[in-house]
C-alpha cells in the first residue's frame, strides 16, 4: 500500500546532538520518502512572529495590490440597454400594425 510504512528503520545518533526536544512529522505527500516536517518548539513561537513582522514582505506587497477601477466602457453600455429597450417597444408596434392589416384584409372578402 502507497504510504505506509511496512519496515520501521532505526538510525544511531548521538544522545548529546539533541538539546532541545524535537518533533518531526513525516510528509507523507513527498516524492522523497525521507522528508520530515521539523515542529518549532512553542517556546520559539513568539520570537519567529517577531521576526516576520519585522522581515521585508515584497511579496505581500505584490499580493495585496487593489484592484483597477472599473473603465468607463461600461457607462457607455447603459445608453446601449435604453436603446435595445426601445427597439423591443418598437416590435411590439409592429406586430399590432400586422394584426390590423389582416383583419382589414378579412374584411375586404
Known sequence: MEGTLNERQFYIVDVEAFLDPITV????????PM???MMTPKQEWSQQFVDWIKAPHTVDKEEMKEPEPE???EDDDEPDDETDEEESDSDNDDGDTDE???SDEEDDD
Not at 25 to 32: C, K
Open 25 to 32: 512529522i513525516p510528509n507523507l505527500g513527498s516524492d522523497d
Open 35 to 37: 522528508e520530515f516536517l
Open 71 to 73: 473603465s468607463e466602457s
Open 100 to 102: 390590423e392589416e389582416s
